[in-house]
């Protein structure tokens, strides 16, 4: 099919090079670790006294062949400029192709410099409510790969149900030997006795029935001995990475309860509520040389590192002796990337792609939410994603050939797509995964669309068309034992709904409904009739045989 370019991509090209040093050590300088209102979040009188408890118990440490017919509405993109690598005691590697704008700025931190220090979240710009807190105190002892946690909870029932007990996910607990459960109290230290645990599940009956729009606290002591695999969770000879470790309360939907799933064979199955994270690390024993991939850093004092992620919905890091750190500024977002020695060239690919996307999904959808976001590199296969940051695997880096032809640059810009997609606008990824996984793939054509046109026959062959894809995009996670099976239906079936549908209700209406789409439903959970009801909001076209060829 001929395109049909409706609208004009209009984006600024240049070049520019930039030579850098990468050192081995990361130092920070002494900082008083500030308290919760110290730290520029206001907070409604509720939940004061509960978050000093909190603090004074943490501080003991702590589918066929297709062509888009029309490119994404034209976007002022500024483009951020690549970085050429000079590594210590090796030749400059050639800097990856992309096309930066005429007056970049960037800002590359070498690790013995201290991160910059922010005390307040770009999501309070956007939406100013009271949501659940988590005070986590983590000690990590990196070599013996063991983890003590003191956690303190402020739940807010945002619900308009009277709760009668709380329901917490474990996920941790899901593998044998791994999470040991020291102690479980009220705030004003009463031991809780009547809970159960029961794999991933714990169940606390309430002392009270919890009114909508009414808080509780509890302080949760456990240990994590950490499994040597690679994954979200677990240890390698490289990296030790702490994904879904702590005891959460999961979303809760009126009409239908707690929003907890089993696990699955394929895809992810959690559904988190958004809160206000407080996370205090301190790494044990000889730290030397470890290097913390986390959220925004916002103090430290002697080896304890206290970071912040407000209106988040998961905290995650990692920890590796091997993590070489680069940063770039995108506005007032600071995107740091830490990537393993051999890949430097990769990561910087990477650091340039999610820097890109950052620019072209805020004009698209809206601002993003934090004041940081990472990039991993992993020591396991393929990505995931987490709020404020996300893992890729290092067979992407390994692999890429200095071209954004590639999973490393495709699959960095999904992953990105998805601080929108399941981060900003939730949705119960057991049930209804293509609400994000959908609409971040289809995100990497967006991205594709604005900063590199002459690819996007490629990305539809390269991603979509030579798999044939088959399947229900509202396929649950149980419907499929397969990968490829359930990436075909949801990821790249779902890719192929949203093209037709923007061909059928055309450029301007599309996007305009993404938009709102994405706005309208910022930290909510939403579902497959929020997304058709809001669209039938915006276009009156019938979606009946659309909709009768993608979904069950």
């Known amino acids: 099919m001929e395109k049909k370019p409706i609208l004009p991509v209009n984006i600024a090209r240049s070049s520019m090079r930039m030579s850098i040093n990468v050192t081995?050590?990361?130092?920070?300088?002494?900082?008083?670790?500030?308290?919760?209102?110290?730290?520029?979040?206001?907070?409604?009188?509720?939940?004061?006294?509960?978050?000093i408890l909190g603090l004074l118990l943490s501080s003991c440490l702590i589918l066929p062949e297709r062509v888009p017919t029309a490119p994404s509405p034209s976007l002022e993109v500024v483009l951020h400029p690549s970085v050429v690598?000079?590594?210590?005691?090796?030749?400059?590697?050639?800097?990856?192709?992309?096309?930066?704008?005429?007056?970049?700025?960037?800002?590359?931190?070498?690790?013995?410099?201290?991160?910059?220090?922010?005390?307040?979240?770009?999501?309070?710009?956007?939406?100013?409510?009271?949501?659940?807190?988590?005070?986590?105190?983590?000690?990590?002892?990196?070599?013996?790969?063991?983890?003590?946690?003191?956690?303190?909870?402020?739940?807010?029932?945002?619900?308009?149900?009277?709760?009668?007990?709380?329901?917490?996910?474990?996920?941790?607990?899901?593998?044998?030997?791994?999470?040991?459960?020291?102690?479980?109290?009220?705030?004003?230290?009463?031991?809780?006795?009547?809970?159960?645990?029961?794999?991933?599940?714990?169940?606390?009956?309430?002392?009270?029935?919890?009114?909508?729009?009414?808080?509780?606290?509890?302080?949760?002591?456990?240990?994590?001995?950490?499994?040597?695999?690679?994954?979200?969770?677990?240890?390698?000879?490289?990296?030790?990475?702490?994904?879904?470790?702590?005891?959460?309360?999961?979303?809760?939907?009126?009409?239908?309860?707690?929003?907890?799933?089993?696990?699955?064979?394929?895809?992810?199955?959690?559904?988190?509520?958004?809160?206000?994270?407080?996370v205090d690390i301190r790494l044990l024993g000889d730290a030397s040389g470890l290097v913390v991939a986390a959220g925004t850093l916002i103090a430290t004092q002697n080896n304890v590192q206290r970071y912040q992620l407000n209106t988040a919905r998961n905290f995650s890091w990692s920890v590796s002796a091997e993590y070489q750190v680069m940063t770039r500024s995108v506005g007032a977002v600071e995107v740091i990337s830490y990537i393993f020695p051999e890949h430097l060239t990769a990561g910087v690919a990477a650091l340039d792609a999610t820097s890109n996307a950052l620019t072209v999904y805020s004009a698209l959808f809206g601002k993003y939410a934090h004041a940081s976001l990472g990039i991993i590199e992993a020591d396991f296969v393929d990505g995931m994603e987490y709020d404020g940051l996300y893992f890729l695997g290092q067979e992407y880096f390994a692999a890429y050939d200095g071209t954004p032809r590639g999973y490393l640059t495709a699959l960095a810009v999904h992953e990105t797509a998805h601080q929108w997609w399941c981060g900003l606008i939730g949705n119960d990824q057991a049930i209804e995964p293509w609400l994000d996984e959908s609409l971040a793939t289809y995100s990497?054509?967006?991205?594709?669309?604005?900063?590199?046109?002459?690819?996007?026959?490629?990305?539809?062959?390269?991603?979509?068309?030579?798999?044939?894809?088959?399947?229900?995009?509202?396929?649950?996670?149980?419907?499929?034992?397969?990968?490829?099976?359930?990436?075909?239906?949801?990821?790249?079936?779902?890719?192929?709904?949203?093209?037709?549908?923007?061909?059928?209700?055309?450029?301007?209406?599309?996007?305009?409904?993404?938009?709102?789409?994405?706005?309208?439903?910022?930290?909510?959970?939403?579902?497959?009739?929020?997304?058709?009801?809001?669209?039938?909001?915006?276009?009156?076209v019938d979606l009946d045989e659309l909709r009768s060829r993608f979904f069950k």
Not at 251 to 273: I, M
């Open 444 to 540: 990497e054509l967006l991205f594709y669309e604005q900063l590199y046109p002459d690819l996007v026959n490629w990305w539809w062959d390269f991603r979509v068309n030579r798999f044939s894809p088959a399947g229900w995009v509202n396929s649950t996670v149980y419907d499929h034992s397969g990968f490829r099976p359930y990436v075909n239906a949801v990821y790249l079936r779902g890719a192929l709904f949203m093209q037709e549908l923007r061909e059928l209700i055309g450029d301007e209406v599309f996007f305009a409904f993404l938009q709102d789409y994405a706005t309208d439903n910022i930290y909510k959970q939403t579902t497959a009739r929020d997304f058709f009801e809001l669209l039938a909001q915006h276009s009156s």
């Open 85 to 278: 690598f000079v590594p210590a005691d090796a030749e400059k590697v050639a800097s990856p192709t992309l096309l930066p704008s005429p007056t970049p700025v960037v800002t590359v931190t070498p690790r013995d410099e201290l991160l910059p220090v922010i005390v307040t979240s770009p999501a309070s710009e956007i939406l100013s409510l009271p949501y659940s807190q988590y005070h986590l105190t983590a000690n990590l002892d990196y070599l013996q790969h063991a983890l003590t946690v003191s956690e303190v909870i402020t739940y807010l029932n945002r619900s308009s149900e009277i709760l009668q007990e709380l329901r917490l996910v474990v996920e941790a607990n899901r593998q044998p030997e791994v999470f040991f459960l020291k102690g479980l109290k009220w705030i004003d230290g009463q031991a809780i006795a009547d809970y159960t645990l029961d794999g991933a599940t714990l169940i606390i009956p309430m002392l009270a029935p919890l009114l909508p729009d009414d808080t509780i606290t509890l302080w949760i002591e456990f240990q994590l001995n950490l499994p040597a695999q690679s994954g979200p969770l677990g240890y390698t000879s490289r990296q030790t990475n702490v994904s879904d470790w702590y005891p959460y309360i999961p979303s809760y939907r009126s009409g239908e309860g707690w929003l907890a799933h089993n696990a699955s064979a394929v895809g992810e199955h959690a559904v988190y509520d958004v809160a206000d994270y407080q």
């Open 24 to 51: 081995n050590e990361r130092q920070f300088s002494f900082l008083e670790i500030e308290s919760w209102v110290g730290c520029g979040k206001s907070l409604p009188t509720v939940f004061v006294l509960p978050i």
